[in-house]
Structure formats: C-alpha cells, structure tokens
C-alpha cells in the first residue's frame, strides 16, 4: 500500500467518523429519545469509534507508522 492511498484511507475514515458525528449532533431522534441518543445513531457512532480505532491501527499495520508522526 502506498501512502498516498493509506493517507486516503486515513482521511476518509476520519471523514466517515466526523459526518456521523455531526449527524447525531443534529439528530431530532436523538433530542427527543431518553437517553439523549437514538438507536440509529447508538449504532452509527459505535462504527464511528471502530474507525477511529482503525485508522489509528491502519498505519502500524501497514508499516506507516512515519504516517502517525509526520502527518499524512
Ligand atoms: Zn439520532
């Protein structure tokens, strides 16, 4: 994998994280559900976490790691 495609990847799962985010920042469902998050969102933000997690591992695992220090 080159960096500019890891680098791609890395953007678009931050990118991915950060609009379901914002979805449920904004969310009519989750204003008006008790707990403040509706099951759709409940389920979209814990994908957002796991890409979170992956885009910290993807660098490692692709021995990238400059991709951590550097900035992609
Ligand atoms: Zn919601």
Not at 26 to 52: K, N, V
């Amino acid at each position: 994998m080159t960096h500019d495609i890891a680098g791609t990847m890395l953007a678009a799962l931050d990118d991915a994280a950060s609009g379901i985010r914002d979805r449920a920042a904004y969310c009519p469902d989750c204003g008006s559900h008790p707990a403040d998050l509706c099951d759709g969102d409940a389920d979209r933000l814990a994908r957002a976490d796991e890409y979170d997690r992956l885009a910290a591992q993807l660098p490692a695992r692709c021995g990238l790691s400059a991709l951590l220090t550097g900035g992609a």
